[in-house]
């Protein structure tokens, strides 16, 4: 996939990159030669310190690979908006922010089935099996468990599909690995495109999941940062 970075790039300043993952690229890869956010990001960032220096160094001086924090991630089949650090101390602040509730991550996914109550809030323990990528709801005192909580919204409902999807928004209060998607499949609303963990009606497709809305304090000067997309590529939000 070619991917033009420039075009990603919503906002920077010196201290932040925000931009917008497209779905199948992964945050991170440790595959050499993978293309990723980091990597597509932190070449950008060479180039652009290269284009702004007045003269060359000289040959044989090499030159220092750009700092760049990873501060959150998407799942690679989930496209939408992350922000990066470009200096330390910017990282520290964010990942304060992160660990603090201070960020605010909203996504959009569609679902099958009709969510009720229509708003709410899901908590559960999760376990993450590193053989096999995956995660689980399981018991609080399951070794490895760690509690997971989401708040959601139904935005809208197909009735005329069959089984009839919902639109909903959803507000994570903590990150763990998978968890939007094991948390919607365990009660009963799993993610169209989900072959993971939307079982045999998953439905053909992308998975329907976008991290549209992302919210946080300027780590410099602590002004509200704010950032919107439009809407997922799967979905025109109306």
Known sequence: MNLDIHSLIIYEDPSVIVCRKPAGIPTQSSRIAASDMVSLLKNYLAASSQCGSAGRKPRGQNRKEPYL???HRLDQPVEGLLVFA???AAARNLSGQLTGAGFGKYYLAMVRGIP????GDLEDHLVKDGRTNTSRVCTADTPGAK????????VRVHK??????SLIEIRLDTGRHHQIRVQMSHHGFPLIGDRKYGGSDSGAGPLKLC???LEFLHPTDGRPMNFELPSPSWEEIS
């Open 160 to 165: 005329d599909q069959c089984p009839p999807v």
């Open 147 to 154: 509690y997971a909580r989401l708040h959601y919204h139904t």
């Open 69 to 71: 924090a990873v501060i």
């Open 211 to 213: 991290a549209y809305r």
């Open 116 to 119: 009720s109550p229509s708003e």
């Open 86 to 88: 470009k200096t330390p």
